[in-house]
């Protein structure tokens, strides 16, 4: 995920050509601050988190998936 905002800042014209939009994703999944609960509850709320995000059908990971498929992002992982 932090890899894609990265992207988008480094390539917004792609990214954006793509009709993705990471920050407005990350921003509608509304993630919680995990370090504001008591420290027993941070790992489960993470591993909740992370598997609700790594779900197929989650946009944000649906977006992230279509990244990996544009050119300029195969170039640089050197897959084109």
């Known amino acids: 995920m932090l890899n894609g905002l990265v992207v988008e ?8 050509g793509a009709g993705l939009r ?3 994703l990350v921003a509608q999944a509304a993630l919680p601050d995990v370090t504001a609960l008591p420290e ?3 790992l489960p ?3 909740q988190l992370f598997e609700t995000l790594r779900d197929g059908t989650h946009p944000l990971r649906q977006a ?3 990244l990996a ?11 084109a």
């Open 9 to 16: 800042l480094v390539f917004p014209e792609e990214v954006h």
């Open 22 to 24: 990471l920050f407005d």
């Open 40 to 42: 027993p509850q941070r």
């Open 45 to 47: 709320r993470l591993r």
């Open 64 to 66: 992230l998936e279509k």
């Open 69 to 79: 498929s544009l050119e300029t992002i195969r170039i640089i992982e050197g897959k």
